[in-house]
């Protein structure tokens, strides 16, 4: 039994600035592996009962190897489950997305990519308006 995994942007962590497919592979996710940057508000979106395992790395902190990561998607998915691995900014740009992919194509598992906004960017305070 295989399961599915799906690799969700967070963009630069504001809830509002997700894609409306990330909001939704979150909301149906039974597991979510997710970086430190991804955290927070962003996790509020996900399924009641989903399993919240943090996989984040940060400087002079005990993380997580890679191939601890990446093992961990091959097993919950193995499970039948469908596993959503957040991640910070867009998924293409940061990370090692690279090295967990191979690991699911590896292993056999289905996946996608769900790109997210990589910048926030001001709204403009025009007179007599709320902004754009």
Do not use: C
């Amino acid at each position: 039994m295989s399961g599915f995994v799906s690799f969700v942007s967070s963009g630069p962590g504001d809830p509002d600035l997700l894609t409306v497919r990330a909001v939704r592979r979150l909301e149906g996710a039974d597991v979510v592996l997710y970086d430190d940057l991804s955290g927070g508000p962003i996790l509020d979106l996900a399924r009641a009962g989903a399993e919240l395992v943090s996989v984040g790395k940060r400087a002079g902190r005990r993380s997580p190897r890679q191939d601890h990561v990446s093992r961990l998607l091959v097993d919950h998915a193995r499970t039948g489950a469908h596993v959503v691995r957040l991640k910070s900014g867009d998924a293409g740009l940061f990370g090692r997305l690279e090295e967990e992919i191979d690991a699911l194509n590896l292993a056999g598992i289905a996946h996608e990519i769900i790109p997210g906004v990589t910048a926030r960017n001001r709204l403009l305070n025009l007179p007599g308006g709320s902004g754009l």
